[in-house]
Structures are given as structure tokens and as C-alpha cells.
């Protein structure tokens, strides 16, 4: 029955972003899709977050987005590499913000609210093994 929800609820916001995105690409209309409009379908699918991950580099970003996106109602992930910040978009009616800490945290990285799994930290690259104590 879950799954039967989500997939009619994924199916009907991506029918809603198709609609708005051929009402705007149509051949009548030069203007781009206002980024205020983008931002309101954002707010629609999901609930905004950004935190603290613990990282380095370009490796750290792909493994830090992967973890958060593997669960289940991740909308959208983006790590950055020099404010360490991600920022996600959420369906917090699918998935707690706690158990994406966990996810990334389960990855060996540091969030704000978890901290890393020791055994995935050791298996990281030498380039992604941040100190943990700063």
C-alpha cells in the first residue's frame, strides 16, 4: 500500500513539473522558467534542510550525496566541498531527517547530529579521511 502511495504521488508531481515545464518550453513563449516558480515546485515536493558533513574533496562529495539519496523520500542532495554544508530537499512524510544523518554517518562522514562510522572512515581514500576531532 506504501509503495503503491509513493509511486501515485512521484507520478503526479512528475506530471505537474511536466506540465509546467511544456507550458513554459512551448514554441509561443521565449521567456525561461522564473526561478521563484522553481523554487515554489521545490517547496511543494519537499521540505528544505541544510547541515554540516564532515569532508574533503570531490570523492567525499559523490559518497556524502549518494548516502543522503539512497534513502528512500531524498528528494535532492548537494554537498559542498568548501562550506561543508548539504543542502536536501525531503519528503519528510517518507523519511526523517535523522535517519539521513544516519545514512551519511553510516558512509564515514561526520554530521552535526552523528558521528561517522569508524569502520566505514578507515576503508575511505587517504584523501577523503578528514580529522575527526576538528
Known amino acids: 500500500m506504501k509503495k503503491t502511495l509513493k509511486i501515485l504521488f512521484f507520478t503526479t508531481i512528475g506530471l505537474f513539473i511536466g506540465y509546467i515545464v511544456a507550458d513554459y518550453t512551448s514554441t509561443d513563449q521565449v521567456e525561461n ?3 521563484k ?3 515554489a515546485i521545490v517547496e511543494l515536493m ?3 534542510t541544510s547541515f554540516e558533513v564532515k569532508g574533503n574533496c570531490k570523492m567525499c562529495k559523490k559518497t556524502i550525496e549518494t ?3 539512497s534513502m528512500e523520500g531524498v528528494l ?3 554537498w559542498d566541498v ?4 548539504i543542502n536536501l530537499v525531503y519528503d519528510d ?3 526523517e531527517l535523522t535517519t539521513v544523518h544516519n545514512a551519511i554517518a553510516q558512509s564515514g562522514y561526520s554530521t552535526d547530529l552523528v558521528d561517522l562510522n569508524q569502520e566505514a572512515y578507515d576503508n575511505l581514500p587517504m584523501c577523503c579521511q578528514y580529522d575527526p576531532e576538528k
Do not use: I, P
Open 67 to 69: 548516502a543522503a539519496l
Open 37 to 39: 516558480e522553481v523554487e
Open 93 to 95: 512524510q517518507f523519511v
Open 33 to 35: 522558467v522564473d526561478e
Open 82 to 85: 568548501k562550506s561543508k554544508q
Open 76 to 78: 535532492k542532495a548537494d
Open 46 to 48: 519537499g521540505t528544505e
